[in-house]
Structure formats: C-alpha cells, structure tokens
C-alpha cells in the first residue's frame, strides 16, 4: 500500500553528507540546532556551499525527502534506521535507575514549583544585570542550586516535569533553569558527591550567560543566521567564560561548563575545538544535556521533539558528537520514556509518563487519559506497566501533536 500523509517515513533516507548534492530535499539534519546555522531542518539544497557549512559544523549526515528533491539509491530508509537505534538504546539501557524519592510527586509539586519560579526569576535578573552592564551578584544562585537539589532527592519528578513546560520568549531564562536540574539530576544518578552536584548545578545555570553579550535581535532571530551573526553566537561560552572570571568566586566546574558544552567530541564544537579527552566529564555532561533541552523545548523557529525522539537523535549523532557511555547513562537516568512523555499502550490508551520503573526501563508509571479507540478522553487511571498485575504494555512512543492533547496537563494530580 502506497504511503500517505506527513507521519510516513518511507520516502525518508539517511545518506553521508558527500553523496549530497543540489536538487536533494533535506528532511532532517543529524546533528543539533545550535552547531549549524540552518534555522530550519528542511529545505531544498539549492547552494552548494551549504555542503561545506555542514561539514564545518560536524554534521556527517542528513536524511532527504525523495519525494521532494532527488533520489539517493544508496540511502538507508529512516524507518529501518529509526528501528535500530531504538533496539541499541534498549540494549544499552538494560536496567531502569532506582529511583529517588522520598516524598510522593504530589506531595513534592508545590515545593517544585515554588523553586521552579525562583530559579527562572534569579537567572531572568542575573542574565538581565549582565545584558544592562549592571553588577551582578551570585549570592542567589548558590542557595538556589540547593533548593533544587533537595528536590531532586526527594522526588525528582517534579522538577523534571516542569522543565518541561516553557514559554518561547523566556526561553534563555528556562533553559538555564533545565539545564541546572538535569546536570544535578544526572550527576546524582552517577554517584557524584554533593559538593560536585552543586558545582554541576551552578554550572547549568550560568553556562548561557556569555549569551546577554549576543544582540537580541541574533539571539531570537526566527530566519537563517548568516555566517558573522553565527559566528556571533559561537562566542558565547567564550564570552560567558570572561564574564564569570570577572565576576570572581566561581569554581573552575561551572567556568569549564560554560567555556566548554558546546565542544563535541570529534572536535568539532566551539570555542577551542577539543576533541576526546580534552574534554571534562562534567562538559560532556553538558554537552549531552544543553542539547537534550534545546531540542525538546519549542522555539521561535521550530517546535520541539517528544522526549524519546530526541534521545534517539542523539544516540544517532552520538558517534561523532556526544560521549556515548555517558549518553546511556543519561538515558538509564531520564528514562527511555522521559517523565512527560505521550506513550500509546498495546491497549489503546494514551498515557503520559509519571515516573519510572526502579527496575524495567521500558515499563514506567503512566497516566493515561485518552482512548484512541474512542478518540475521546477518559477519567485518567494511573497504570503501573512493571507490575504483574497490569498486562498492558507500550507499544510507541507518540507525539502530542499528532493526537492534539497536552500530556503535561496530566502530569499533576492536581491539575488533571
Ligand atoms: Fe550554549
């Protein structure tokens, strides 16, 4: 039967950037936003330079449309390819982590919440008070990071499903906030010690703050940048890295982490193009994180990847990009199906995750709240998939936008 409609992959191929040529239609990029200045994914190849962009920004392969551009004969169908990082991460990530917590996610929410506001209004005046040239202060931050890792240590949930939630135009603000509570989160999932976690945390909050020395209009610009705004953006964990010297009192993890989560580890990230072991475990750390956040969240210009789709884009470019020891790691931490991920069961139901499974990473806790039988919601039922009892199973991963419901709405007991 001949493939219809935009979620059919069949006429999607990867292919090695040296077999690209004009004509081609790009379907997708396998690398991230912030290493290439093509603000969109897709587009026609019409300008062959764009060949050498792509090889200067570490990216090593695309898919193509061959509905919309010219034909590949050697491309690997994106089905086959999707099928199989799928089965790498799950043979990767045997075993789910045990969990953290303490308290139930009900009774952390309020808590989360409270700290979540704080942490976006201190980093909101920090980024501010740089952007001003006004003198600024870390007192807050230290505290803060605190706050977040007592959270996390109660039950880590909470936070890691308000990250989720943004606004485009705070993006900068909620970003650092993310990128704060997954480095604690996934530092603590390694066994660091408190003193590291805090400088992990610190890290993450800061590690964007060379971006206030970007113009706005650069900085949020929804178009394609061209080479010197793009080069203007590479300067920031530069630029973050003098700030935070300047400012004095910082240890040297958060100033590593902001000098270096945009290195890659075949050399071709930013500012000192560092390879392997040049680079820190903690700026592989966030590395891997910065990316995981900026793919999910959406943006001016594109709208964000489903949590589980995004981990395995990341395990795909994480041949040449990212440490891949650690990506699993990352994986076994947040899950295969992240909290707040849209998963269909073998039953029917749509559910959103809630927690995982101490055990079985592809049986997490779920929420489900739509019958796609019916196609109507349903009074929502906590499933617990790794228990004997349930004789449910996922059978995908979904996106939200294709049934048109907000999983995160279901998130909160409360809210549901
Ligand atoms: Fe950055």
Not at 212 to 228: F, I, S
Not at 354 to 383: G, K
Request: glycine residues 8%; negative net charge.
């Amino acid at each position: 039967m001949p493939c219809m409609g935009n979620d059919c992959q069949a006429m999607f191929k990867k292919i090695p950037i040296d077999r690209l040529r004009r004509g081609m239609y790009i379907q997708d990029i396998c690398g991230d936003w912030m290493s290439h200045p093509f603000w969109r994914r897709s587009f026609l190849l019409k300008d062959e330079r764009d060949i050498d962009r792509f090889r200067e920004a570490g990216i090593g392969e695309v898919y193509i449309d061959t509905a919309r551009g010219l034909d590949d004969a050697e491309g690997v169908d994106a089905a086959e390819v999707k099928q199989a990082v799928q089965q790498q991460i799950v043979e990767a990530v045997v075993q789910a982590q045990p969990p953290l917590r303490t308290r139930t996610l009900a009774e952390e929410m309020p808590r989360a919440r409270g700290i979540h506001a704080q942490a976006n209004r201190v980093v909101r005046d920090m980024m501010r008070d740089v952007r001003l040239g006004r003198a600024v202060s870390l007192d807050d931050v230290e505290p803060l990071v605190d706050a977040v890792t007592e959270s996390i240590l109660s039950n880590g949930n909470a936070l890691l499903g308000l990250i989720g939630i943004k606004n485009k135009d705070d993006y900068t603000f909620q970003h650092s906030v993310s990128v704060c509570t997954l480095m604690v989160t996934f530092g603590r999932s390694l066994g660091m010690p408190a003193d590291e976690l805090r400088e992990a945390g610190i890290g993450g909050l800061v590690h964007d703050i060379g971006k206030m020395r970007v113009p706005e209009e650069v900085l949020n610009k929804p178009g394609r940048l061209t080479d010197e705004e793009f080069d203007l953006i590479r300067r920031h964990p530069g630029d973050g890295h003098e700030i935070l010297l300047d400012l004095g009192g910082v240890g040297e993890v958060a100033l590593d982490i902001t000098r270096h989560h945009h290195e890659r580890i075949d050399g071709s990230g930013y500012p000192d193009r560092l390879a392997d072991e040049q680079i820190s475990t903690m700026a592989r750390m966030a590395a891997i994180v910065d990316v995981y956040d900026a793919i999910t969240a959406d943006r001016c210009y594109h709208k964000g990847m489903p949590a589980t789709e995004a981990l395995r884009k990341m395990w795909e470019w994480s041949t040449n990009h990212f440490d891949r020891k650690l990506l699993a790691a990352f994986v076994r931490c947040v899950g295969i199906y992240p909290v707040g991920s849209l998963v269909r069961l073998e039953s029917g139901r749509l559910g959103v995750v809630i927690a995982q499974s101490p055990e079985e990473a592809l049986m997490p806790v779920v929420r489900t709240f739509f019958n796609t039988r019916a196609n109507a919601y349903v009074t929502p039922d906590v499933v617990d998939l790794a228990s004997p009892r349930c004789g449910d199973r996922i059978v995908s991963d979904e996106s939200p936008r294709r049934w048109k419901v907000d999983p995160r709405r279901f998130m909160d007991p409360e809210a549901a």
